[in-house]
């Protein structure tokens, strides 16, 4: 398990809406999903990334998601 900072997840945080520019849309097969003090953890069995230029297939993946801006607080 990876354990990040809080001034390390601030910092990603920043870049992601700063410096981001492209969208990926992710379909899957929804295995899991949780809601717990205002964090969504998702996890997907036979995903599929896509941008605008290409498609990868993954076998299993773990989404972790939180409101940025409970992040500033």
Known sequence: ?????????????????????????????????????NVWTFILTDAQFKNEETTEQVGKVKIVACDSKLLSQ
Do not use: I, P, W
């Open 1 to 37: 398990m990876v354990s990040l900072c809080f001034s390390c997840v601030q910092s990603m945080t920043e870049a992601l809406e700063n410096q981001v520019k492209s969208k990926v849309t992710v379909k899957g097969h929804l295995h899991t999903y949780r809601f717990c003090d």
